[in-house]
Every structure is written in C-alpha cells, then in structure tokens.
C-alpha cells in the first residue's frame, strides 16, 4: 500500500472542568503536532469552574484550536461524538484532556496511519496513579467483555486512539445513545494496529468517573454488544423449571412411602431463591428495554450552545446535534 498523504490530523478531546490542565495540554498537543498540519478540536461538556474562560482564551490566540461547548454535561462518549462530528482531518486521534494518554504519542499514531493503518489504538502497559481497586475492577472488566462479547477487544485499550477518515465515516453513522465507542471502533474493522504506551497520573484535578459512573459505562459497554445475560436469565429459567418437574415425581415417591417431611424452611428457601431470579431476569430485560426505549426516543446526542474557530456541521450529523 502506497503512504498515505496527510492534508489534515484532527486532536478531539472532550473537557470538563479542567481549568488547570486545559493550558497545558494545548501546549503538549502544539509541541506533539510540530511540523504535521493539525488542528484541535476541543469539547466543553458542561464545565462549571472556569474552563470556558480559559479555552476562548487559546482559542483566540490560535486558530488551529477549535472549541465546541456543549449546552449542559451530557457525558464523555457523547462528547467525545460532537469532537468526531466536526472533526475536519483525514487522521483523527481521540485523547482525554488530563494528560494520563501522552499527546507526544500522536507522531507515532500517524506514521501508523501512514503504513496503512485505519484504526490504531493504544494500550496500556502501566497505569500510573490508579488505585489497586480500580486496576483490578478494569481486568475483571476486560475479562467478562472478552467472553460475552462477539466484537474483539484487547485488554486494557482505551479511548485514545487515531482513526482515518474511512473508518471515522463508518463510526459517526452509527447514532446509538448508549455508546462505547472503544467497541464501536473495534466493530468498524478495517485495518487494526496495537501501540502499547504508559499511561501517566491526572497532571491536576480528580477523574471525572467514580465508581457509579464506572459501573454505568461498564452496562453501557455489555448491553451495546452482547445478549449473553439475556440469554443467560433464559437458561437459568430452563434449569429451575427442570429441577421443579424432577421435584415432583421424588415427592410424590416419598409421600407413598411415608417419608415426606413437611417443611417450612425448605419452601421459603425455594421460594426466596426462586424469587431472587426472576427479579435478576426482570433487571436484565429492563436494562435492555430501557436502552431500546433510549433509541426509539430519538433525542439530539448533545446540543450544542457555542463554537469558536468552527462551523457549524452541514450534514445529518449536525442535524441529530439540534445545532447552537
């Protein structure tokens, strides 16, 4: 394959509240970008301390920095999506702003690109500054979605990765709610390559996903690409119900014989421990009932309320974003 040419490389990171690390990051990203053209397009998701002041300060300083701010949070997926939606570069690299993914690691991401890679994704060998608890809760993670999942997911990748324009068309037409967009990436195909890194501390402030949040994009990750724990609540239905028939014949054996031990325990046991799972089952189609509901909704992924060194998007995408 011949060496792609780039007219353009797209840096999209979404902020929130990160008024004491937006400065610095545009720095590593300008240093990190030197000598290839570049722009970077920055997603306001809600702040509520003083990031917007700081970002129309680089913004109107340098016009390469585009910044995107969001009516109120809607999340880190979706604004990630409305940073992808504007996204203008042949390349496009996804990066938090909070300095733990390395912007120096986009020129290798690139030269990737170049040898003809459509998606490029990185993977951490070392997560400096995270508690025991949430490297291992993020291994046992990986390890469930490796056996439910049928879209193959490598251990310990994460969000920061580049993508070339084909596979970015292919991934913004898909327009789900509940997004997991390292899955979506993954589901695309295309031509895949690893880059191993290590992953930095936060450079200032606190991670914007505590344990609630954690748990919630962990059902979002499940639900978008497995129907094993649906298919799990009907199997465990088939094992109980047939444990109930071979029940019956045994107890009728030992009313004839005069063995038959009435109980109490036995039966609130039963029924506690039958009970306990048609409730799970119920919580499991609810979960997917509820995304289904989230879908047939059809509400904007994020509105928009400003921009500063960018236009507004002309296609449909724009069109699902309610524009500012």
Not at 266 to 276: E, K, N, S
């Amino acid at each position: 394959m011949a060496e792609r040419h780039l007219s353009l490389l797209s840096v999209v990171a979404p902020m929130l509240n990160e008024e004491d690390t937006a400065d610095v990051f545009c720095e590593r990203v300008r240093a990190a970008c030197d000598g290839l053209p570049w722009e970077l397009v920055i997603v306001d998701d809600g702040s509520t301390d003083a990031t917007p002041v700081v970002l129309a300060d680089i913004a109107a300083n340098d016009s390469r920095i585009k910044v995107i701010t969001l009516s109120r949070n809607f999340g880190h997926q979706m604004a990630i999506t409305a940073g992808l939606d504007h996204a203008s570069g042949d390349a496009v690299v996804m990066i938090d702003a909070d300095l733990q993914d390395p912007p120096e690691l986009i020129p290798t991401m690139v030269e990737h690109w170049r040898a003809g890679s459509d998606v490029v994704y990185t993977m951490r060998t070392n997560r400096e500054g995270e508690s025991r608890f949430k490297v291992v809760t993020a291994r046992w993670f990986y390890g469930i979605m490796g056996r439910v999942s049928a879209v193959p997911l490598v251990s310990n990748s994460g969000d920061f990765r580049l993508l070339s324009r084909r596979a970015l068309d292919a991934l913004l037409t898909m327009r789900e709610r509940n997004r997991y967009l390292r899955g979506m990436t993954s589901w695309v195909g295309f031509t895949q390559t690893a880059l191993p890194y290590e992953r930095a501390a936060r450079h200032a402030g606190k991670t914007k996903y505590p344990i609630r949040k954690m748990v919630h994009f962990a059902l979002d990750a499940i639900a978008s690409f497995s129907n094993v724990p649906l298919q799990l609540a009907t199997i465990a239905g088939f094992v109980f119900a047939a444990v109930a028939f071979l029940a019956v014949p045994v107890a009728i054996g030992f009313r004839i014989f005069g063995e038959f031990l009435p109980g109490i325990t036995t039966t609130v046991v039963a029924v506690l421990l039958l009970g306990g799972f048609q409730l799970i089952a119920i919580g499991l189609i609810g979960e997917y009932v509820g995304r289904i509901y989230d879908e047939v909704k059809r509400r904007p992924l994020y509105i928009v309320r400003g921009r500063a060194n960018v236009g507004a998007v002309e296609d449909e995408r724009e069109r699902t974003s309610a524009g500012s």
